[in-house]
């Protein structure tokens, strides 16, 4: 029986030579991808003033640190943020595992939520 060429069905002279890759120029071996990226350059070690007293902290740590210290003074955004942050990581915690919040907190999160959504909603029109 001979070779049927047609769709999905190159002829073989077309066809990927065995070891060589159909994109040669593609994404080279070993580079990271944005994702590694990020982990790597939010885990590195940063020095914070803290209380008038320098603490070597992670990136993401001191990151996560301003942001509440800006939600704390009444920054709605950054409210916002942390919310959103602490619901998304709520929602994708596997099964099984302590989530860390009971179901008073999870309602308080539900009800607050959509107010905190309207008010940036109104802070973004009234700024325009």
Do not use: C, H, W
């Amino acid at each position: 029986m001979t070779y049927k060429i047609g769709y999905g069905k190159p002829p073989k002279a077309n066809q990927f030579k065995k070891g060589k890759s159909g994109n040669p120029k593609g994404r080279p071996r070993g580079s990271l991808n944005l994702a590694t990226d990020l982990a790597d350059e939010l885990g590195e070690q940063i020095i914070v003033r803290e209380d008038s007293r320098p603490r070597r902290m992670s990136k993401q740590r001191a990151l996560i640190k301003s942001l509440m210290a800006k939600a704390l003074q009444g920054d709605v955004r950054a409210s916002a943020a942390i919310l959103a942050l602490y619901g998304r990581l709520i929602t994708e915690a596997p099964e099984g595992r302590d989530q860390g919040i009971d179901a008073q907190e999870l309602q308080t999160l539900r009800r607050f939520g959509p107010r905190l959504l309207k008010a940036i909603g109104s802070n973004r029109r009234g700024a325009k």
